[in-house]
């Protein structure tokens, strides 16, 4: 019995190449780089923390890294005092372009500066933490202008 035409295997001599525009356009799309790791990993890892589930990272110094519900996303607590540190993080680099942060943010920078840090990204994608007490300090110097970029509008009923 004889192969069917349609099914009958191709020696690989036969077996035509698919140039560049016969390939579907995912085919020709550069292969993605590898997913960087999140800014708070690179952050803790640089740090000489280590990784403990998703959200915890601890040291060896007893300073534990945890994720937050607040508008903090992350807090460094310190095994010897109560105090801690709080982390809003963004994937931006400060030097490269200018930064929204949220009202309630900038009022906790100011309120308790030694407590509160922007953890942002340099230009070589590395993390980078401006303090609140930092942050202050560049705007007095003048070298960061704060700007109002939105406000909240409420209509009071005239009851």
């Not at 200018?98 to 920078?109: A, D, G, Q, S, Y």
């Amino acid at each position: 019995m004889q192969a069917q035409e349609g099914n009958a295997a191709k020696p690989e001599s036969m077996i035509e190449e698919k140039d560049a525009s016969t390939k579907s356009p995912k085919e020709n799309l550069p292969r993605p780089y590898p997913a960087l790791p999140p800014l708070i990993e690179k952050f803790a890892l640089a740090q000489e923390f280590e990784k403990i589930g998703k959200q915890m990272f601890v040291h060896t110094d007893g300073r534990v890294l945890i994720k937050s519900d607040g508008i903090f996303h992350w807090e460094m607590i310190k095994s010897t005092e109560i105090t801690s540190l709080h982390f809003w993080l963004k994937e931006h680099c400060l030097e490269a372009k200018p930064l929204e942060i949220p009202t309630e943010v900038w009022t906790r920078l100011e309120q308790a500066p030694q407590e509160h840090a922007l953890l942002l990204e340099d230009q070589n994608k590395e993390p980078v933490i401006y303090s609140g007490s930092d942050l202050l300090s560049l705007n007095k110097e003048g070298r960061i202008n704060l700007y109002s970029a939105t406000y909240r509008i409420v209509l009071e009923s005239g009851d």
